[in-house]
């Protein structure tokens, strides 16, 4: 807090403050970005772990506005460079970037304005940054800070791990005395560890947000039947939204946009097998899109701030919470309510685990982000609040259940299970891994087509008619998130076996109790739509009306740029202008999100879209 800072850090606080009101036109810091700024500007090196839509990108553009020289930022991917930069540069902040899209000319003039000290942010990739040529060049270069994003990157815990990123520590040695910061939105304790020993912070203060993401309503359901149709469904039930669907591979995104479009959705399918030209044209259609679809791969979303994504479905589960917590934050970074639905089976699981097991990694790596597979699961299919698990996955504590999603709402019923979970148990037990999950079902139920005799003389042929088939094949996938089974992918043809001897022992002895879920139907749809407000909050008739003449006004201006509408404003900044009336320019600069860069580019025009509707 100020009170605690040295007189000396006053001022370059009160600068920070200055330009959060003139050049972003915020009123005030939220949450930690006081004190991490307060932090970077006292010459300090430092982690700031922020939720997803925390406002990491301030905690150093800010610093290195208020301090001489320039400002590195070391980020993974161009396309969270240039939807940065292209932001910036509409708030009338010198930055630029460096990467292998700029051609030589652009390059040129890039140099010339470091060398004039003109310019104050300058974007590169790691392998960039790290050419000893561009070493060379920067270390005559005075500089402010050094800002590495995505900073998880560097974690072979976490689940972007990216070599490159390794190459980072030496710049502790190379730019001694320049402050640097590292900033993720990953948040568990051995990541953080690793980020602060690869990247050399040791010294530094870490400061973790909540990972609190109030606007997001969660949801997840076992994948049942027809995997396509029920995507159709989803999506069609949420008209006239943006949304992302994340697909498990390249051919499931083309047929799944395709699907959605014979159903009439504005669909698109992005992945990383698309030709450049392609991918940026996709990209470009989803970010100016009012309401679009964009089916994806993973390769899609970093960095990718389209602050009305109202939805995010997983039509194939992401592969580790933090991974879910980052995909599902792509929803409503707008700060108005957004969904986040996740598919899921016990066949995505297995697969996981198996890619990791043949991954070609120390044992170690292997068995931590085996566990992270497993957790996922746990959370998915649990019966406890998902945002509560999440967070407190995250090493939150004190964490209160969020009241909105499907488990706090009460859908999911369960009862005890543990006899035929037993029974489950011994039948797979006895069977002995040689079959698939249908015959333990069929054995279980007695209904195997022509059983041998040694079958029918197992003590557990059909023992199992209190459950019909689906129920047997309900428990028996939840054995399987519980480790209770396991499944050998035996080259698509998976063998049931028994799982942890020692669970499984606990369960026999009635020590552990198994709680199934009650056949439910599918949750997202039950859910009462009371929150289903659509992009512009809370306007009434009249203030909607001067809210879309604000936003076609804007998506002129932007295809007049070629930027994105929402690097000029977004759709809450314009709602809130819709519902303020600013006659003078005065009122105008009241309104969050307004600078002066924009005042000054956008005023006249927008008090005249205002002054239309005076009348
Ligand atoms: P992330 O942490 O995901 O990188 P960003 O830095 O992109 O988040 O910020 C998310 C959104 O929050 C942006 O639209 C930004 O303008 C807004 N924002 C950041 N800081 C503030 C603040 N202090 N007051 C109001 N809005 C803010
Ligand atoms: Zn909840």
Redesign the pocket.
Known sequence: MTTALAEAELAPLDAAREILRRTFGHQAFRGLQEDVIAEVLAGRNALAVLPTGGGKSLCYQIPALVQPGLGLVVSPLIALMTDQVAGLVQSGVAAARLDSNIDLDERAHTWRRIERGELDLLYISPEGLMQPSMLDRLSRTPLSLIAIDEAHCVSQWGHDFRPEYRMLGRLADIFPGVPRLAVTATADARTRDDIRAELRLEDGREFVASFARPELILSAERKRGNLEKRIVELVTARPDRSGVVYAGSRDKTESLAEALRGAGVPAVAYHAGLEKSVRARRLEEFLEADAAVMVATIAFGMGVDKPDVRFVIHADPPSAIEAYWQEIGRAGRDGDPAEGITLYGAADMVWALRRIAERDMDEVAKQGQAKKVRQLYAMLDGVG????SVRRYFGEEGVE?????D??LGTVETTDATVPAQKALSAAHRLNGRFGRGRLVDHLLGKTKEPSDWETSLSTWGVGQELSAQQWRELTEQLLFEGLLREDPNDGRPLVGVGDADAVRAVFRGERRIAMRKASGRESERRPRKRGRETAPDLGEADRALFEALRTWRTAEAKSQHVPPYVIFHDRTLAEIAAAKPALRAALERINSVGEAKLAHYGEAVLKVVGGFAA
């Open positions: 609040c998902r945002a509560a259940a969020c009241g909105q999603c488990l706090c």
